[in-house]
């Protein structure tokens, strides 16, 4: 991309660790009804940076990656849910996969990321943060995050002080 849209913000991350503190970072800010949409190939960090948000969110449950289940589900100690869910194995756009989540009952208690949102982005409400992310080496990973909506626009500014302090 070569052009970023207006409230975007593009992050190098030079390290797991760091896209992992990325996560934390974000996880902390998110209100219910949030929705992360991850979209990058294999390997270009979406798994780490969810670890990441659902630490910073208040999960102590393990997050792994879903791709074999399509959904996970974390628990905060508070009973709000955090549904990680992966769309590697679904056919593009297809509506019948998302069914398998309730979105709307989903979002009324709790925070859902998508791992290939590409894949369902037709489907996907349109009040979102996009994360597009890319390998650029070993460990080197390039983030784009570009928000939908004025409370994602803002929830990305904060990110940007609590990152950057401007
Ligand atoms: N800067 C970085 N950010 C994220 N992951 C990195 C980075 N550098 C190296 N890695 C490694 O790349 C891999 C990313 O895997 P994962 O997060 O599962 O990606 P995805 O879910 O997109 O397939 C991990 O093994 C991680 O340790
Ligand atoms: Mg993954």
């Known amino acids: 991309m070569a052009i970023l849209k207006p409230n975007a913000f593009e992050f190098f991350s030079h390290s797991a660790e760091q896209t992992r503190r990325l996560g934390v970072r974000l996880g902390a800010m998110l209100p219910v009804g949030t929705v992360l949409c991850l979209e990058g190939d294999l390997g270009s960090g979406k798994t780490t940076l969810v670890q990441g948000i659902a630490q910073g969110w208040g999960s102590t449950d393990r997050v792994t990656s879903p791709t074999f289940v399509i959904l996970n589900q974390y628990r905060r100690p508070n009973?709000?849910?955090?549904?990680?869910?992966?769309?590697?194995?679904?056919?593009?756009?297809?509506?019948?996969?998302?069914?398998?989540?309730?979105?709307?009952?989903?979002?009324?208690?709790?925070?859902?990321?998508?791992?290939?949102?590409?894949?369902?982005?037709?489907?996907?409400?349109?009040?979102?943060?996009?994360?597009?992310?890319?390998?650029?080496?070993?460990?080197?990973?390039?983030?784009?995050?570009?928000?939908?909506?004025?409370?994602?626009?803002?929830?990305?500014?904060?990110l940007q002080l609590a990152i950057y302090g401007v």
């Open 79 to 158: 009973g709000m849910q955090l549904f990680h869910a992966d769309a590697y194995r679904l056919a593009e756009n297809d509506p019948f996969d998302l069914a398998i989540l309730d979105v709307e009952q989903a979002l009324e208690n709790g925070v859902l990321i998508v791992e290939w949102a590409d894949r369902l982005r037709d489907s996907l409400p349109k009040e979102h943060i996009w994360i597009e992310m890319q390998w650029m080496g070993p460990n080197s990973r390039h983030f784009i995050l570009t928000p939908e909506g004025k409370q994602n626009t803002q929830i990305l500014k904060d």
